[in-house]
């Protein structure tokens, strides 16, 4: 009991330590939370999908990911582009504050484009099949017989950021009623999508 519990324990601090950080998908989940708009949907794609990415790296298919260098590479370029696309579009509403966010939320059709973002953003991003899949992967191989417990251990690791982050972002919305703050917000997720866009069409 004592083993599984440490390798729980180190399985949530190595998925914590890899999940918290300025990224395309935090930075989307955070725009959604204070928008309030999708968010358990939002929140619900993230931690399966990182559960399902973590099995597979558990599993040992990290290994035949990295072995295929092409296919990463077609991920880089297009996950690039399609960060690029939506940074521009970030600062768009960054330059015409008419079409900022409202608290609000938008129009009932616009949950079926932040799932289809949601989605975008977590299987269309490269580094997510190193470092979940890869990295993961190769790190719970070493804990032999308790690889999955190390597994489950980053899975609710996943689960626990992004509802905190999803749900958490509603405390921020008094604070960004103001229309200026709304393009504040969107300017740095512009400049995230952008920077981490290029980043990736270079690197590819």
Not at 26 to 41: C, D, E, I, M, S
Not at 50 to 67: K, Y
Request: glycine share 14%.
């Amino acid at each position: 009991m004592n083993h599984a519990l440490t390798a729980a324990t180190a399985g949530f601090g190595t998925g914590l330590s890899l999940i918290v950080a300025i990224g395309a998908q935090n930075a989307f989940v955070l725009r959604q939370g204070v928008r309030r708009h999708a968010v358990l949907t939002v929140v619900g794609i993230c931690a399966l999908s990182d559960a399902v990415l973590i099995a597979l790296g558990v599993g040992g298919v990290g290994a035949v990911v990295v072995a295929w260098p092409g296919a990463l590479r077609a991920v880089g370029i297009v996950g690039g582009l399609f960060l690029l696309c939506y940074g521009v579009l970030a600062a768009r509403r960054v330059l015409r504050p008419g079409t900022g966010l409202r608290a609000e939320g938008e129009a009932t059709g616009s949950r079926r484009r932040a799932v289809l973002t949601c989605l975008a953003m977590t299987w269309l991003n490269p580094h997510v099949y190193l470092d979940t899949v890869f990295l993961l992967g190769s790190l719970a191989a070493d804990r032999g017989p308790l690889r999955w417990t190390f597994g489950l251990g980053a899975a609710l690791a996943s689960l626990c950021w992004f509802t905190a982050l999803g749900f958490g972002a509603r405390l921020l919305g008094r604070y960004l009623a103001r229309p200026g703050a709304w393009r504040v917000l969107d300017g740095l997720v512009a400049a995230t999508m952008l920077v981490l866009g290029a980043s990736l069409v270079a690197g590819a």
